[in-house]
């Protein structure tokens, strides 16, 4: 049974960076698809940034763009999110997700978007003052 750990969120200023981390528990080789979404009080969840576990093909929401970096440790079954330049408007639950199998770009508009189950992690709460 896969397990999704997060770490790193936290309260910080404006114009401050943040590095999330997700770590899968075990063996996260059939998990071909990672990323991290995220939800504010009273709004939608929004994806973030995927990646794949393979080839590292990225894509990015679009209010993120040039600030945010998501990136993988395949020998750690690990993934993370540099977080630059940080705004009010990116406070939120931030949430760890992986899939067998997805395209980074379409999954991002809709989890749904995925091959298999989807995993999730239990949320890190990051805050931009």
């Known amino acids: 049974h896969v397990q999704l750990v997060e770490s790193g969120g936290g309260l910080v200023q404006a114009g401050g960076s943040l590095n999330l981390s997700c770590a899968a528990t075990?063996?996260?080789?059939?998990?071909?698809?990672m990323g991290w979404f995220r939800q504010a009080p009273g709004k939608e969840r929004e994806g973030v940034a995927s990646?794949?576990?393979?080839?590292?093909?990225?894509a990015y929401a679009d209010s993120v763009k040039g600030r945010f970096i998501i990136s993988r440790d395949n020998t750690k079954n690990t993934w993370y999110l540099q977080m630059n330049i940080l705004k009010p408007e990116d406070t939120a639950m931030y949430y760890c997700?992986?899939?067998?199998?997805?395209?980074?770009?379409?999954?991002?508009?809709?989890?749904?978007?995925?091959?298999?189950?989807?995993?999730w992690g239990q949320g890190t709460q990051v805050t931009v003052s």
């Open positions: 990646i794949t576990r393979i080839h590292g093909g990225t």
């Open positions: 997700a992986a899939v067998v199998g997805c395209s980074t770009a379409p999954w991002l508009r809709d989890p749904g978007q995925r091959q298999g189950p989807i995993y």
């Open positions: 075990v063996n996260s080789n059939n998990l071909n698809c």
